[in-house]
């Protein structure tokens, strides 16, 4: 089995690669191939990969090569978890909303945007060289923004699912209150990617959501940074990008007076990568799990190799039957949420194996709900239409549609501020 990960340089990697040698028995790696441009990056991080591995015993060869096309040839699937314009962008991301009274944030709002506009084509361009080179290869994306790009490989014609580790955050979480083991609990998720609510916990066949808030409620909701009071009302638990949408005026005034989460990220990584270069270390540091991405590895694995046809219970219960597993991912709506588009994707629990992965019904979203997930799909819509044609009418009216925006001057000041960010980046522009 030969997989492919496109931004292999990333700091994220060595989580990876831990869940791929520690779940060797569920996705029998014999060859990871570790892309990316920045060379002396990915030496210091396919070095490690290569320890990690050594460490547990596995078999598998860790090739690195800057050449895509090289790296994708013959891959059984290929992950991608690239960042366009580096933690530079990101920094630029958090930080120009703010002068319009918007939260800066790179997957939400108008930071969202312009990550979008800029990781679109790049992605697009991947999957083009893919399909060449591997055309019965499955995309797995975990580039961000999830939703936006997953939408745009799959109206592309793309062997492709989305993945985010919200779901099975939650889920890891959600286990260790109920002291459960993390394959008996399964999640009613629900909604859009980074627009989420776990509106029930199963298990043992039994809903114990109200358990969860009642004797947890407090942990929850700081976890959350969101009022208790809240979860108790609603009986649910958002994810926590809601606190964007739910307090973004809080939200604002602290990015406004503290550190990035970009500037943060960065001190970090800096810190990664001198571990990452010291010869005698062969695990994945413990400061790798404040740089975000927990459980990516064990998700991202599960999906891999349920696509592979090698079943795995993941994060949203046991097996359907038919050779498929259930996994929260994203994917293409097909009527499941019947006030959004057929071609919208959302994030919801899925049948997934070798033909692909295909929503499991939910039932009826209530309107509290419905309403924000239809505007942000809109908004979605838009910001692909964008990504894809280009142009400055295109940038505003999804901005003006955003939630997070919706005014004609904020809309109109945020788009000259994106596209003065973002004009070395979009050939359009």
């Not at 090289?70 to 314009?85: F, I, N, Y």
């Not at 793309?158 to 889920?171: E, S, Y």
């Amino acid at each position: 089995m030969r997989l492919a990960v496109v931004g292999g340089g990333s700091t994220y990697t060595p989580e990876l690669i831990d869940g791929f040698a520690r779940l060797r028995d569920v996705l029998p790696v014999d060859e990871l191939v570790l892309v990316d441009p920045e060379t002396d990056r990915l030496e210091l991080v396919g070095g490690l990969a290569r320890r990690i591995l050594a460490r547990q015993g596995h078999p598998g060869r860790i090739v690195l090569t800057g050449d895509l096309d090289a790296g994708v040839e013959g891959a059984d699937a290929v992950l991608l978890q690239l960042r366009v314009g580096g933690q530079d962008a990101r920094r630029e991301d958090e930080t120009w909303p703010l002068e319009c009274g918007c939260v800066g944030q790179e997957t939400t709002g108008a930071g969202g945007l312009a990550k979008a506009l800029r990781t679109v084509p790049v992605v697009l361009d991947i999957a083009e060289r893919v399909r060449r080179r591997s055309p019965h290869a499955w995309i797995v994306d975990f580039t961000n923004p999830v939703g936006i790009v997953t939408r745009a490989l799959l109206t592309a014609g793309h062997r492709a699912v989305g993945l985010c580790n919200v779901a099975i955050g939650f889920q890891r979480r959600f286990a260790a209150l109920l002291d459960a083991d993390p394959a008996d609990v399964s999640l009613d998720h629900v909604g859009l990617n980074h627009l989420t609510w776990e509106r029930g916990v199963r298990l043992g066949g039994t809903d114990v959501l109200p358990k969860l808030i009642a004797e947890h409620g407090d942990t929850l909701a700081d976890t959350l940074r969101l009022p208790r009071t809240l979860l108790e009302r609603l009986g649910v638990v958002p994810s926590y990008y809601l606190r964007y949408y739910y307090r973004h005026d809080e939200a604002v005034r602290e990015q406004r007076e503290g550190t990035s989460r970009a500037a943060e990220v960065a001190g970090i990584e800096r810190r990664l990568l001198e571990m990452y270069a010291d010869p005698a270390l062969d695990r994945k540091p413990e400061l790798l799990s404040q740089r975000g991405g927990a459980h990516y590895s064990d998700a991202a694995v599960a999906l891999t190799a349920s696509l592979l046809g090698r079943q795995r219970t993941g994060t949203g219960g046991g097996a359907p039957g038919g050779g498929e597993d259930v996994q929260v991912v994203n994917v293409l709506n097909r009527g499941t949420l019947p006030f959004l588009p057929d071609d919208a994707v959302i994030e919801v629990p899925a049948a997934v194996g070798p033909h692909g992965a295909r929503p499991l019904p939910v039932r009826p979203l209530e309107p509290l709900y419905a309403g924000l997930v239809a505007q942000v799909t809109a908004y979605e819509q838009l910001a692909l239409e964008a990504a894809l044609k280009g142009g400055r009418d295109r940038v505003f009216e999804a901005l003006l549609c955003h939630p997070l925006v919706g005014q004609i001057d904020r809309a109109e000041q945020l788009t000259d501020s994106l596209l003065a960010h973002n004009r070395h980046h979009l050939a359009w522009a």
